[in-house]
């Protein structure tokens, strides 16, 4: 029998309405890694053309790759330029408090 072969998934292939980008986008925003967000940041950048996003954004194409690797410390302008070229923004919504801790009295 006969290995299949198939190609690595590329989840920028599905990325093709600004709906999908916009759920991928805020569904990674909420991980705690901040390098999740930068990787599905880099996927809808690859889906819409790296290129062009840097031309957007003003920077050069590597500086655009170097900023959404694993690892990076991108400036808050550069990830707000890049959601910008990609027709996208940062909204903040108030969460639910958490309820306070009660506190237990010690017995002394």
Known sequence: MKKRKSAPF???AHLDSDEIIAGYLEATAED???DVFLSALGDV???RGMAE???RTGLGRESLYKSLAAGAKPR???IRAILNALGMGIRIVQIEKPAK???RKSAA
Request: net charge positive.
């Open 10 to 12: 590329d989840i920028a």
């Open 32 to 34: 705690p890694n901040p």
């Open 45 to 47: 950048a690859k889906a």
């Open 53 to 55: 996003i840097a031309k």
């Open 76 to 78: 808050h302008e550069t």
């Open 101 to 103: 801790a009660t506190r």
